[in-house]
């Protein structure tokens, strides 16, 4: 049994980026943590609408926390940063943070976002989790990696070798229908086809990455390290 932890920079990026690989974590006997870091909707407002900014939070983590359920997973917390502003907190401040949680839950396996994803939130998300990561003799991460997020990391910057380039995969085709079941708990956030971020075109995604390694569906990855 291994202890696998989730920091995604929103509510649905757990479920987009590795939904099927937490839930086939779940079947093995792992426990799966998830942190998120912003509020995810703080950016879409000004200052004189804070009372719907706040329903609209609350409403996002009544659909992770629905979502976390179905999936058997914990929630070790919202933090409620600033959406979209990341880059305005001191990178410690969230470095630290991160650094404590694994420290309580002595995670092998972390999942996270691409360096190289065009939300900024995401950026800063991975690098405050790839710090918190580095060698110490509090925790042994053995697996770091990043997961893809539809409309974010393949809009990403592509130049000077950056693209998303997957190095790991994980077949998810008995866990395709869950969690189909999961993005449905982010109705808000889904959209429809021909968007990327549609239900059929993330299941598309999955077929697409299976056939790039020959399985019906797979979640892929980039490995940041791997200990064997």
Not at 57 to 68: G, H, L, N, V, W
Not at 149 to 174: A, E, H, L, M
Request: with cysteine; hydrophobic share 35%.
């Amino acid at each position: 049994m291994s202890n696998v932890f989730v920091i995604a920079a929103h509510p649905d990026d757990e479920v987009l980026g590795c939904g099927g690989t937490l839930l086939k974590h779940i079947d093995k006997g792992d426990k799966v943590y998830i942190l998120f870091v912003s509020d995810g909707v703080s950016g879409r407002y000004n200052k004189n609408q804070k009372a719907e900014c706040l329903r609209e939070i609350s409403k996002r983590e009544e659909m992770a926390i629905k979502a976390a359920k179905l999936g058997k997973f914990e929630i070790v917390d919202f933090l409620n940063l600033k959406n979209l502003e990341l880059n305005s907190y001191p990178h410690n401040y969230l470095t630290n943070i991160i650094f404590k949680f694994f420290k309580r839950y002595k995670p092998e396996i972390v999942y996270t976002h691409y360096e190289h994803d065009l939300n900024i939130d995401h950026y800063h998300t991975f690098f405050s989790t790839y710090v918190a990561s580095r060698p110490n003799n509090d925790f042994k991460i053995n697996k770091l990696l990043s997961f893809e997020i539809p409309s974010s990391t393949d809009w990403g910057i592509k130049s000077n070798g950056r693209q998303f380039c997957p190095n790991y995969f994980v077949d998810i085709k008995k866990y395709i229908k869950k969690k189909e079941i999961l993005l449905n708990q982010y109705k808000f956030e889904m959209r429809k086809t021909p968007h990327s971020r549609s239900i059929q075109n993330i299941i598309s995604l999955s077929v697409f990455r299976g056939g790039v390694v020959g399985l019906h569906n797979a979640e892929a990855f980039y490995i940041n390290k791997i200990i064997t």
